[in-house]
Nanobody, 124 residues
Framework: QVQLVESGGGLVQAGGSLRLSCAAS????????MGWFRQAPGKEREFVAA????????NYADSVKGRFTISRDNAREILYLQMNSLKSEDTAVYYC?????????????????WGQGTQVTVSS
């Protein structure tokens, strides 16, 4: 059984930083791309960032490019999202997800396992 568990969310002031982690278990990690999505109240879940299984390639939503960094530790089976220069519009529940293949998907249907989410709240 594949399990993904996010952590690291919280309340932070605008301009601050947070690092999210996603711990994978159940042969969930190696050889699959991984991604982060977020969902703000009343909005659709949207793509944030993705990384190939090797970590050699990444992709970001325009809204977070230059501020967020996705990375992974395959030995420990942990996915990270370093978030800097946070803005109030970054407030959302953040989800990690495992891709159905090795591509850098930006759409929800390209991911088949999801974590339960972690809340990030940025105060202005």
């Amino acid at each position: 059984q594949v399990q993904l568990v996010e952590s690291g969310g919280g309340l932070v002031q605008a301009g601050g930083s947070l690092r999210l982690s996603c711990a994978a278990s159940g042969r969930a990690f190696s050889f699959y791309s991984m991604g982060w999505f977020r969902q703000a109240p009343g909005k659709e879940r949207e793509f944030v960032a993705a990384i190939t299984w090797s970590g050699g390639s990444t992709n970001y939503a325009d809204s977070v490019k230059g501020r967020f960094t996705i990375s992974r530790d395959n030995a420990r089976e942990i996915l990270y999202l370093q978030m800097n220069s946070l803005k109030s519009e970054d407030t959302a529940v953040y989800y990690c997800a495992r891709g159905i293949s090795g591509i850098l998907g930006t759409e929800r249907y390209q991911y088949n396992y999801w974590g339960q989410g972690t809340q990030v709240t940025v105060s202005s």
